[in-house]
């Protein structure tokens, strides 16, 4: 088995600098230059993941290929990488404890005191290397929060004693502030000194300072920073907004982090990655040729990184059709019947976000019945895609008082019902439907069109399920199942036939869509909106 080697990334002064960004970034650029790479985050929380957490706390949940409810950080990891990751990427305080709490039931410490240092340290050191068993050149491990939190302590220690037990093959880069004080009109590193001095007090030096910032670094910034915090001048890296974070690998290759790294392991520093094809999708997202308007429908808008992986989904769609799709973020709390058409009118096409709990949902099915009835293009997704079921059954089917049974129990028609094997499951955290489950494609489909096979893989999460006793009864009036799994038989998409382009999915495609292989039913929907608009163009010109 292969050396691995270790990069550790903290953050300091603030949160949200983007730690993510940077670790998947330095990732793309290693794997770029022919080494194998993965990424794991590590969450301080107590949680023991964020599959109970309300998306306000912690944003999007990312599920992986096996069903782990995981940080959205992972979701840009495999988003850059073009890989998939596993529950062994994402780690937290609470699975930490909970691991530590069962090995002292079990008696497993032989009746020892279990204290933080060593049995908490080693836990967190175990998990850090259980992905080296998979034969990575690198692994990049991104210590969420910030140095000096309480709850990231444990952390910063098992880095400071795994730099020692690594012996030459670990790598700390610590991500800190920059920030510029318009009234003095000055670049302030003493927030940078601080967080360093806070890193050493816990016995860590950073090999490599990653400073984010609005304006270029002078030479003098940069020269100081490297003397207070005893770094060399070419490990000073400037990280400065970018319009898009897709730009980032190409900042941190122009100020070479993946050479500073690999001269801090010894690795020979071969020539620069080109990364055409990356550049190429960049300067598309930058420079599109058209835009378009689409409306995304959820009771989260107001927290964009509630609907990441669907965000980053349409742009990466958009760019594979030259386009940059404008995202309207539209509040399902506030549309009704009364409203529906002016908070609609200028998308050229409809996205119904998934979701749980009945708050927006009448708002989310209105946005539904404009969509089909002006036939303009939708993707309804996981609840989204029920909700299209429900309007369905109401409007068309004359099913009144149709609707799911998470929303209203005693519905005389659940056209979308709990599944069975989760009736008697009691607990929310980690029982739902999860992972990566088969589906089965009709060949006269909108969705076989899309993927170009008949069978697919793709990721749930989820509870509720398509009521297949209505089916026939759906089937008859145009809404068709044209996408079913195999072994249960539950109905995965579902497609009206009487529009252009109107498809529902149980699953989220969003969460294997990444910036080289945009995801099909997404290209789909980007072309099918492309068309709404030009048809809209032609009629009002």
């Known amino acids: ?36 790479v993965t990424i794991q985050k590590i969450d301080p929380y107590i949680n023991i993941d964020p599959g109970t957490l309300n998306p306000y706390e912690h944003g999007e949940c990312f599920v992986t290929d096996d069903g782990a409810e995981t940080d959205l950080d992972l979701g840009h990891y495999e988003r850059f990488l073009n890989i998939s990751t596993s529950q062994a990427n994402n780690v937290t305080t609470g699975r930490i404890y909970q691991t530590v709490i069962n090995k002292e039931r079990k008696g497993e410490y032989l009746g020892k005191t279990v204290q933080i240092v060593p049995h908490i340290t080693d836990e967190i050191k175990r998990r850090i290397k259980l992905l080296s068993k998979q034969n990575f050149d690198f692994v990049i491990t991104e210590i ?152 995304l429908v959820g009771k989260y808008v107001e927290l964009p990184d509630a609907y990441k992986s669907i965000n980053e989904s349409l742009l990466h769609a958009g760019a594979e059709n030259d386009a940059k799709p404008i995202i309207k973020y539209i509040h399902s709390e506030q549309i009704t019947p009364e409203t529906v058409a002016e908070m609609m009118k200028d998308c050229d096409g409809i996205l119904v976000a998934p979701g749980f709990g009945h708050r927006g949902i009448d708002g989310k099915i209105e946005a539904v019945k404009y969509a089909r009835e002006n036939n303009i293009p939708f993707l309804g997704i996981c609840l989204g895609m029920q909700c299209a079921v429900i309007e369905f059954a109401r409007n068309v089917l004359n099913l009144n008082n149709a609707h799911s049974t998470e929303m209203y129990r005693n519905t005389p028609f659940p056209v979308i019902d709990l599944m069975e094997e989760q009736k008697n499951i009691i607990d929310m955290g980690g029982t739902m439907r999860l992972g990566a489950y088969d589906c089965n494609i009709s060949k006269d ?23 297949n006793n209505f089916k026939t009864k759906f089937e008859e009036a145009g809404m068709i199942a044209t996408g079913i799994n195999p072994e249960s038989d539950l109905v995965e998409i579902m497609e009206l036939t009487t529009n252009d382009w109107f498809v529902g999915v149980q699953f989220h495609p ?31 010109g």
């Open 144 to 295: 969420g929060g910030t140095v000096g939190d309480i709850e990231s302590l444990p952390y910063i220690e098992a880095v400071r004693q795994l730099k020692w037990e690594l012996e030459g093959r670990s790598v700390v880069i610590h991500l800190t502030l920059v920030p510029y004080l318009s009234a003095s009109k000055e670049l302030k590193t003493k927030p940078t000194q601080h967080s360093v001095k806070m890193l050493l007090e816990n016995g860590v030096q950073p090999d490599i300072l990653v400073l984010r910032t609005e304006r270029t670094l002078t030479d003098d910034v940069r020269n100081k920073v490297a003397k207070f915090c005893n770094v060399s001048l070419s490990s000073v890296i400037e990280s400065i907004d970018v319009s898009t974070i897709y730009e980032v690998p190409l900042l941190m290759q122009n100020e070479k982090l993946d050479e500073a790294v690999l001269r801090k392991l010894n690795f020979k520093i071969e020539e620069q990655p080109k990364l055409t094809k990356w550049k190429e999708i960049v300067d598309k997202i930058k420079n599109p040729k058209i835009t378009l308007t689409i409306g």
């Open 1 to 36: 088995m292969k050396e691995v080697n270790f990069i550790f990334v903290t953050g300091g002064v603030t949160s949200s600098l983007g730690k993510g960004i940077i670790s998947a970034s330095l990732a793309k650029l290693l794997q770029s230059r022919g080494y194998s």
């Open 510 to 540: 969003e969460y294997k869509s990444t910036v080289l292989v945009p995801h099909p039913i997404f290209i789909s929907f980007i072309e099918a909106s492309l068309k709404n608009k030009n048809k809209i163009n032609t009629k009002n």
């Open 445 to 467: 489909s909108k969705a076989f069109k899309a993927y170009k096979k008949e069978k697919i893989k793709e990721r749930h999460r989820h509870r509720y399920e398509f009521n």
